[in-house]
C-alpha cells in the first residue's frame, strides 16, 4: 500500500509559478513509477508527466513541456512538479500517481495504482 498526499496548490496569476509536492507513505518508494494529471471539472484526467523510479527518464506532455519539470527525491519519498509560466489553461485539480513496478512510463492514468487526493491549481488571467 503506498499514501500520496499532495500539497502546493493555491492561485497565481498567468506567468507565475507553483510548486506541487507529493509525499508518499508505505514500503518501496523507490519501486514506483509516479505521474502527474489533471483534471478540470466535466472532463477526464489528463496527463502531465511521468518519471521513473531513478528520476532519470521523464516524460511530459506536449503541453506543460518546457515549461514543468517533474523530479523525485527518493530519500524523502516525495516527488515535484515546478510549474513555471502558468496560463489560465493550467487550471484544475492536479493530482499525483503510483505505478508500482512499473518499467514504462504511462499517460494512461488506468495504469497507476495509487492515488492522492488531489490539489487544486488556480491561474488568474
Known amino acids: 500500500q503506498l499514501q500520496l498526499v499532495e500539497s502546493g496548490g493555491g492561485l497565481v496569476q498567468a506567468g507565475g509559478s507553483l510548486r506541487l509536492s507529493c509525499a508518499a507513505s508505505g514500503r518501496s518508494f523507490s519501486s514506483y513509477s509516479m505521474g502527474w494529471f489533471r483534471q478540470v471539472l466535466g472532463k477526464e484526467r489528463e496527463f502531465v508527466a511521468a518519471i521513473s523510479w531513478t528520476g532519470r527518464t521523464i516524460n511530459y506532455a506536449d503541453s506543460v513541456k518546457g515549461r514543468f519539470a517533474f523530479s523525485r527525491d527518493n530519500s524523502k519519498s516525495t516527488v515535484y512538479l515546478q510549474m513555471s509560466s502558468l496560463k489560465p489553461e493550467d487550471t484544475a485539480v492536479y493530482y499525483c500517481?503510483?505505478?508500482?513496478?512499473?518499467?514504462?512510463?504511462?499517460?494512461?492514468?488506468?495504469?497507476?495504482?495509487?492515488w492522492g487526493q488531489g490539489t487544486q491549481v488556480t491561474v488568474s488571467s
Open positions: 500517481a503510483a505505478d508500482f513496478l512499473g518499467t514504462t512510463l504511462y499517460a494512461d492514468a488506468n495504469k497507476y495504482d495509487y
